[in-house]
């Protein structure tokens, strides 16, 4: 079973950007499909974005779409979120969390939903704040 362990939250200004990383070990890591998702204070867990490893598609939910970009260096067993034109409303714990196999998303009428159920595997967290 994967394990994962997120990194490179921290403090940044409105209009900056971030790049998170989720560095995965015990298991293959072409095997998942890794999904971020945040926690926002008050509110419930969403989902971000998801990649499969094993082919690089990778798939958005519309109130991030364009300002966040996922990927995954196989060869160094991480995933990747960049995230840019950062708001006061993107304060949240970030997570990555991994599932075995492709990844798992709702198409709604073109609107991208990634269900925190689809996975099984989740690291611990990483505080994103946004100052304005």
């Known amino acids: 079973e994967v394990q994962l362990q997120a990194s490179g939250g921290g403090l940044v200004q409105a209009g900056g950007s971030l790049r998170l990383s989720c560095a995965a070990s015990g298991d293959t890591f072409e095997d998942y499909c890794i999904g971020w998702f945040r926690q926002r204070p008050g509110k419930e867990r969403a989902g971000l974005s998801c990649i499969s490893n094993r082919n690089g598609a990778a798939y958005y939910a519309d109130f991030v779409k364009g300002r966040v970009t996922v990927s995954s260096d196989n060869a160094e067993s991480t995933s990747y979120l960049l995230m840019t034109n950062l708001e006061p409303g993107d304060t949240a714990i970030y997570y990555c969390?991994?599932?075995?196999?492709?990844?798992?998303?709702?198409?709604?009428?073109?609107?991208?939903?990634?269900?925190?159920?689809?996975?099984?595997?989740w690291g611990q967290g990483t505080l994103v704040t946004v100052s304005s």
């Open positions: 969390a991994a599932r075995r196999g492709g990844c798992h998303v709702l198409n709604d009428f073109g609107r991208i939903y990634i269900e925190d159920v689809d996975f099984h595997s």
